[in-house]
């Protein structure tokens, strides 16, 4: 009977064992999937931020161009 109860704890043991690997495993995956998304958000969000810069990057080129043609133009006059 002993040797029942062993062999039974013994195979209890190796399933509880099994089980928790198993709920391990799925939650380094959840914890995988969320700093993939997080880090997709964060991406989406510098690459929305380079895009503003380089459009008002561009408007401050622009104006201060047109701003330097139209003081040679005055100078020239």
Request: proline share 0%; charged share 30%; net charge positive.
């Amino acid at each position: 009977k002993t040797e029942k109860n062993t062999a039974h704890t013994s195979i209890d043991t190796r399933v509880k064992q099994k089980m928790q690997k198993e709920k391990n495993l799925q939650i380094f995956r959840n914890r995988r999937l969320i700093l993939k998304v997080s880090n997709q958000d964060i991406l989406q969000r510098n690459k929305l931020n380079s895009n503003l810069i380089f459009r008002i990057r561009n408007e401050i080129n622009q104006q201060f161009f047109s701003q330097l043609i139209t003081d040679i133009k005055v100078q020239k006059s």
